[in-house]
């Protein structure tokens, strides 16, 4: 199963066809499409839907916002957090995190840009100097 | 010292910054040099990226989803699904007259045990040439202390001449022969204290080059003095495809902080046949299309963009009139100039030194193919006295090799025809030159005189070699105030005519006792 470049520009159509106004996937039309193309069977049906499936993850994990905390945050410190965010980005999925290792602090990663304020980062940042 | 005190105050307070924003990357994939990166959104073309363990990349392919990057150094400690960031830096390599008699791979780091290079400033690898408007014609000439290139092929500071050949036909000693006279140049300049005097920098890139040889190499730079006024790059045939293919760029950065200082120098790129297979493979490894015999599109951009960087800079609006000279040498297979390298590098150079693996082994050495080798802008540059003394002499040496081929088939020639093919013979005798030896203006200039008066003509041909030795000791131990005046004049005048009549006169006779 070869990913061509016709089967991932059709991958890409199928994807822009999932958004909805706002731009966002839209979880209903990614799973009728799914389904449509199971069902259908079309040419190089299944390497298109493992394309699609790909350019999915990859949408899916640009709007993943991972917190990662020192500590568990409280009720209110992650409301906190989540106004902040959904400011700045549209559509966020949330995921919490504990790692002692941290110190102290937390920080955040949305889709490939990490925000890093936690204890440990400072240190290793003022180790290297 | 305020100013470290400063400038560490001031990364300590970055350092302890409360948050700092990166842009990150997924490993997807890593082999032969070169890591898929998955994420990275934001890098940029030619960025460094960092990977765990300080290793540092060079982002090549920016993809939909991907990126593709070039590992400097070694990546054998990363794995598949490690994190790694952009910097927003592009490579750089410390530039400086610190790095003069240094010995320093791709990225600056000293090779030779010396302690840490100073540096006295940082340069990108990669940097768009000057433009048209900073720029002037070549009007100074790089002395090679070559007799046949000085006075047939002449270089000018800011020409790129190309040095092309067979495998051992003498390529790299033509190149180290040009770096030795530049340092005698130098040197003897400041000892006396020259007024006017524009030093000559030389640099020496070796692309995929054995260890072996480059050691030898910079052994016979040190012997010979020239070392101090050379700067060594080297990324050998064991480094990395990327280091090698970086390495001419980072050499044309330390050669361009030269010539930013209004001073000039002298770069040579050894060679650039390797470093365009280099470049293909690491093209290769990043899944790039490839085109004739595998090269990939942009090899002629590849040597292009370098070689466009060598320049004569003017010294207007504030620039300080500096220069960059280029000598690229590629090594052709049996002789083939029409290949797919050398003709891309031909077409982007000023001209060509042939060297020829017959003339080689008829020991005519240094090898050079006069009839296909040229100078396209360099003649402008010729030291005056020269150019007056060698005008004819790349006519006669053609003719003569025309007629040579003639001559094998009948044996009665008319007297024009014999005097002409004497005369070649003569002038193909007094070009040998050992190598190590580059000669000196005066001594260049009483080599033409002798053979353009025709002071040679009655000394068999077999003795040529023998007199020209003997006439240059004289010259340097009776006529030194005569060498003096050519090297400062540097014009055939009355007077030195006169003084080097009498002097060759002189040493004729005193051969007849």
Redesign the interface.
């Known amino acids: 199963m070869k990913i061509t470049k016709d089967v991932q520009a059709q991958a890409r159509r199928l994807l822009r066809l999932c958004r909805g106004a706002d731009g966002l996937l839209d979880e209903e039309r990614v799973r009728r499409v799914a389904t449509a193309v199971l069902e259908r069977r079309p040419r190089n049906g299944l390497a298109l839907l493992t394309a699609f499936t790909e350019l999915v993850r990859?949408d899916c994990e640009a709007h993943t916002a991972t917190i990662t905390s020192a500590v568990p945050l409280s009720e209110d410190e992650q409301q906190r957090i989540r106004t902040k965010l959904d400011a700045r980005h549209a559509g966020l999925h949330y995921v919490w995190q504990n790692d002692p290792a941290l110190i102290g602090?937390l920080s955040v990663?949305v889709?490939?840009?990490?925000?890093?304020?936690s204890l440990r980062?400072?240190i290793e940042?003022?180790s290297?100097? | 010292m305020s100013n470290i005190v400063q400038e560490l105050e001031a990364q300590i307070r970055n350092a302890a910054a409360a948050a700092v924003s990166e842009n990150v990357g997924t490993i997807k994939a890593i082999g032969d040099g070169v890591a898929r990166i998955e994420g990275l959104s934001n890098a940029m073309l030619n960025e460094m990226i960092e990977f765990p363990g300080g290793v540092m990349g060079l982002a090549m392919n920016l993809e939909e989803n991907e990126v593709g990057a070039v590992l400097i150094g070694s990546g054998s400690h990363l794995r598949e699904g490690d994190t790694c960031k952009t910097t927003g830096r592009l490579l750089q390599v410390p530039v400086g007259p610190g790095l003069l008699g240094r010995v320093v791979d791709t990225l600056g780091n000293p090779l030779d045990g010396k302690g840490p290079v100073e540096a006295a400033a940082h340069y990108p690898v990669e940097k768009i040439a000057s433009g048209i408007i900073s720029r002037q014609g070549v009007n100074q000439p790089v002395q090679t202390g070559i007799l046949p290139i000085d006075a047939m092929i002449p270089i000018g500071r800011g020409q790129r001449e190309l040095i092309i050949g067979d495998r051992s036909t003498g390529k790299t000693a033509l190149a180290i022969d040009t770096i030795i006279s530049q340092a005698r140049q130098n040197k003897r300049a400041e000892e006396q204290g020259t007024e006017g005097y524009r030093p000559l920098y030389s640099i020496y890139v070796a692309i995929g080059q054995k260890r072996a040889n480059v050691s030898r190499l910079v052994a016979k730079l040190e012997e010979s003095g020239a070392l101090p006024y050379t700067i060594v790059v080297v990324a050998s045939a064991s480094d990395s495809a990327a280091m090698q293919y970086l390495a001419p760029y980072a050499g044309c950065a330390m050669g361009e902080y030269f010539m930013d200082q209004g001073q000039d120098a002298l770069i040579v790129y050894d060679d650039l046949s390797k470093h365009a297979v280099a470049y293909r493979q690491v093209s290769l490894i990043l899944r790039r299309p490839s085109g004739r015999e595998a090269y990939p599109g942009d090899v002629f951009y590849l040597h292009s963009r370098l070689l466009e960087r060598a320049a004569r800079i003017n010294s207007e609006g504030g620039r300080k009139g500096g220069s960059l000279t280029a000598l690229p040498v590629i090594e052709t297979q049996a002789g083939d100039v029409s290949a797919y390298i050398p003709t891309n590098v031909i077409s982007i150079t000023d001209g060509q030194i042939f060297l020829d693996t017959d003339l080689f082994y008829q020991g005519v050495r240094p090898a050079i193919n006069v009839g296909i080798s040229v100078s396209r802008v360099g003649s402008s540059a010729q030291t005056k006295i020269v150019k007056k003394l060698a005008g004819s002499v790349k006519l006669d040496l053609a003719q003569f090799e025309e007629l040579q081929a003639f001559a094998q088939f009948g044996s009665d020639l008319d007297a024009a025809t014999k005097a002409k093919l004497e005369r070649g013979s003569r002038i193909v005798e007094l070009f040998k030159q050992g190598q190590y030896e580059p000669k000196s203006l005066g001594i260049e200039v009483i080599n033409l005189y002798a053979i353009q008066r025709g002071y040679l003509d009655d000394v068999p041909v077999s003795d040529i070699r023998r007199v020209r030795a003997e006439l240059e000791e004289e010259a340097s131990v009776n006529a030194a105030d005569l060498l003096a005046a050519i090297e400062t004049e540097k014009t055939l005048t009355d007077d030195i005519d006169a003084r080097l009549k009498a002097f060759m006169t002189s040493f004729k006779n005193s051969r007849k006792h």
């Open positions: 990859l602090g990663r889709g490939d840009s990490v925000t890093d304020a980062s400072r940042r003022l290297r100097i």
